[in-house]
């Protein structure tokens, strides 16, 4: 059965540093977003993006963060200079459309010192 | 906004007993319903959705009706299992709020043998 996946599964950084978060989306989905969950709290929509260009965006997702296809198939979170308060776990989801099912990655547990 | 309730956990049950999880939600049009679990060290996984009033969603034993006439889509299972331990994630999508998804605060369940 096809997933999505997501690299690395454990990111430690120092504070100001930059980091990419990676997926791979399921094949034959369109529709991507990126969510996150600081430990004890709930999961929260970061971004979604479809058609080469964010649809939507949360109030999180400042100039800090951006998002990319740089190769049709790879899906990337980037945070320009981490802070503290980013220490999270990182989830991708895809889709085949706007309105159904996300499928969602394992994760990425970012930790920021 | 939308939003979404749930019951706080952790729930505790012995295997066998009847779990009921319950889900209220806030949100302007007509949005989908979704009931996410996530398995220790696993990410989401979807369990089961409903994409309009009354319309069950089921799947592995769980079940949830969506009830627009009291905002809900609470998660039941007849007889519980040691391997539904877990947090059980409530979510909506669509409407008014786009295709991003709205998630509760999780429940977190065990069951003990």
């Known amino acids: 059965e096809p997933e999505v996946t997501q690299t690395p599964s454990h990111q430690v950084t120092q504070m100001g540093q930059e980091v990419i978060l990676r997926c791979v989306p399921i094949?034959?989905?369109?529709?991507f977003y990126w969510y996150r969950q600081i430990l004890g709290q709930k999961v929260e929509f970061l971004v979604s993006?479809?058609?080469?260009?964010?649809?939507?965006k949360s109030e999180i997702f400042d100039d800090q963060f951006s998002v990319e296809r740089p190769d049709g198939s790879n899906f990337t979170l980037k945070i320009r200079s981490t802070k503290l308060e980013d220490s999270a776990m990182y989830f991708c989801?895809?889709?085949?459309?706007?309105?159904?099912?996300?499928?969602f990655g394992p994760g990425t547990r970012l930790t920021v010192l | 906004g939308d939003s979404v309730t749930q019951m706080e956990g952790p729930v505790t049950l012995s295997e066998e007993a009847f779990l009921t999880i319950n889900c209220t939600y806030t949100?302007?049009?007509?949005?989908?319903l979704f009931w996410y679990v996530q398995y220790p060290g696993e990410g989401l996984q979807l369990l089961l959705k409903?994409?309009?009033?009354?319309d069950k969603g089921s799947n592995k034993g769980f079940e949830a009706t969506y009830r627009k006439e009291t905002t809900s889509f609470h998660l039941e299972k007849g007889s519980v299992q040691v391997s539904d331990s877990a947090v059980y994630f409530c979510?909506?999508?669509?409407?008014?709020?786009?295709?991003?998804?709205?998630f509760g605060g999780g429940t977190r369940v065990l069951v003990k043998p």
């Open positions: 989801a895809t889709g085949t459309s706007g309105y159904n099912e996300q499928f």
């Open positions: 094949s034959n989905h369109l529709y």
């Open positions: 993006f479809y058609n080469n260009e964010i649809s939507e």
């Open positions: 949100a302007t049009g007509y949005p989908s």
């Open positions: 409903a994409t309009k009033a009354d």
């Open positions: 979510a909506l999508s669509g409407g008014a709020a786009g295709n991003k998804l709205t």
